[in-house]
Each structure stands twice: as structure tokens, then as C-alpha cells.
């Protein structure tokens, strides 16, 4: 019988884009309180070096460890604050891989992340008051990151119908509305940090929605380069020699039927077997040989034969 471990596992292998990044997130978060609370059990020091983690409130920090800009997105120390952003990701990180693809989402994920991040950093640096910092407290939190995937599917399809269990059919623009209503609402000295960085996410993300209802995408170059690793790490596809098939016209039937009607029938037999041939040639081009079906081989192998006579 499988282990606990090992279902996970395959769960997570399984699992879409989305539930990837859940599972990340989650044992990230149980893997720092872990650290924690055994630092803590032999009193080796608090939790002060999360902050390496987290997007510091000034520009100098900042310079000292950059790479929090995108570690931030995956921080969560506060238990509620995890299950809610999890089911935020969850919830529209489905609606997104409806249009996008899962690359895609990973990309404005983080990209969102490090437009929430630099606008809670220029917000602090801006507003304050000469020689001043209005946001003491670091950045953490997939928020920013959630809120641009939310935009963007907004933006690009904003009067999809999504239906919620309590108001029933609500169009997509006016849920991600009352999450940015909300932030603003909530907007003051003590929350400035997490509502700029909010702000910073949803910008990014009316970006993505306005550019992908125009056609353009702007993860098109992680799109490519995800394509080209699976095609380079990929089994290796089978050759297949080129197949010509010939037909040879089938006898004049003299019971009740005329020459028009045998040769309609024989002309209209072989474009079929040429369109079946064609489809079954493009499976093997795209996936290779073994992914076709034991009917697709048959036919593939007889009209190999055909072509030989």
C-alpha cells in the first residue's frame, strides 16, 4: 500500500499549475514555522531572519537582498492568511487557465508579485515625508499575485458569468471590482504596505487583460522556451518514412448503378482515406508513434500496404 508521502506525491505530479503552486506555498509555510518553532524549543534566536525573505520597507534594504521581490509571494506565517490566499489562488487560478496556459499563469504570477513588491517599496520612498518611512513592516504574501491574475481574467473576459453560491450568476468584472473596492476601502497609515501592493498586482494585471484582448502575449517567450525544453527533454519520436498512397479504381458495377455513381462513390472513398491518413500522420508528427491508437496503427500499416502493391 502506498504511503501518505507517496498519494501526495502523485497528487502533486498529477496536479494542475494551480495546485502546484498551492502545494508550494503551503509547505513553504510549514516548513518556516517548523524552523521557527524548533529555534525557538532550543533557544536559538526568534524569527527575525524571515525578514531575508520578505520585501524590506526601504530602498537600501532592498538593494542587500533583491531576491525577495519574488521569495515574498511565497511567504506565509499567519495560518488564516494562507488559507485565504490559497483559496483566492485556487479560485482564479482556475478561471485563468481557462484562456491562458499554465506557463503563462506561473509568469504573471511572479510578475505580479514584483509589481506589487516595487510599488510598496516606491509608495514608502514617495509619500513619506523627507528623511521618514511611512511602512516599517515587511512585505509577504501571495496577494499582489492573486489579485493580477484576477484583473487580468477581469479585464479579458469581464462579463463571463461565474456563479457564486450565495448571490448566484455574478459577471466576472464585478468580483474583481468589489476585491479592489474593498482594498481601497480598507486604504490607511497602517494597511498602506498590503493595499500598494495590491494596487501594484491589479495594474499589472489590467496589462496582461488589455494586451490578450488584443492578441498580443506577454508571456509568449516563456510559452516558446517551455515548449522547446519539453521537446528537447522529450522521448525521442520515431522517424517515419513517407507514406504515398495509391488507389486503383474499383470495377464498373453493372447492377442498377452507372458509371457517374461508381466513380462519385470512388472519389469521395478517397478523400476520405486521404483526410484519415493525413490526421493520423499529424498524431504521429506531434506526439510520435506510440501515442497512436491500435485502430490508428491498423490503418496506418494498411495503407502502408496499399501504397507497396
Known sequence: MASFWDRLMVFYRQGSVVTKLIFINTGIFLLLRLIVGVLALFRLGDKAWLDWLLVPATFP???????TLF??????YDLMHLFMNMLWLYFFGLLFQRWFSGIQLVVHYLVGGLA????FMAGNTWLAPAGETILQAPLIGASAAIMALCVAVAVYRPDEPISLFVLGSVKLKYIALVMIALDLLGFNQASMGVGLAHLGGALYGVLVGLTSRRGFNLAAWADKGSLRFKRNTGPKRRKQPNMKVTYRRPKKETVNRSTVDVDQAYRDKKRADEQQLDTILDKVKQSGYDSLTKDEKKLL???????NR
Open 116 to 119: 506589487g513588491g516595487l510599488l
Open 61 to 67: 534594504a532592498l538593494l542587500q537582498r533583491p531576491w
Open 301 to 307: 500499416f494498411d495503407f502502408s500496404n496499399r501504397s
Open 71 to 76: 521569495t515574498y509571494a511565497f511567504v506565509h
